[in-house]
């Protein structure tokens, strides 16, 4: 079974995500801050994809994503910013960071998991 980490502070969004994900086969785990991502990583933990909200106490989902991604041990876990900001400002500062994928807050259904499928089961990123 693929396992997304999900890291929202919003649990109205880690309801419906997890319940969207978890109909879909996925296994999901979420937490609500990026230092408790990362600590669940650097302790092993290695999802297929990591989805992370940008605006959140603490650390934003982009400081979060630039420190996986210079990590040697977990870079190539995949990353989707998965947000409100949607300009295209904030979409190459996702990609600026090393995200994966950016994927917008509110999200179309189909497009959403087809989106999240397409990044699990491929080895490249989708960008």
Not at 19 to 43: H, M, P
Request: hydrophobic share 40%; proline share 3%.
């Amino acid at each position: 079974m693929k396992e997304i980490l999900l890291v929202d502070d919003e649990d109205d969004i880690i309801w419906l995500t997890k319940k969207i994900l978890e109909k879909e086969g996925f296994k999901v785990r979420a937490v609500k801050n990026g230092e408790k991502a990362l600590e669940l990583l650097r302790e092993g933990y290695k999802p297929d994809l990591i989805l992370l909200d940008v605006m959140m106490p603490g650390l934003s989902g982009w400081e979060i994503c630039k420190k996986i991604k210079e990590d040697e041990k977990l870079k190539k876990i995949k990353v989707a910013i998965f947000t409100i900001r949607t300009t295209d400002e904030d979409k190459f500062i996702s990609k600026e960071v090393g995200a994966d994928y950016h994927i917008d807050k509110p999200f179309d259904l189909d497009e959403f998991v087809s989106t999240v499928k397409k990044l699990v089961h491929t080895a490249t990123p989708v960008v």
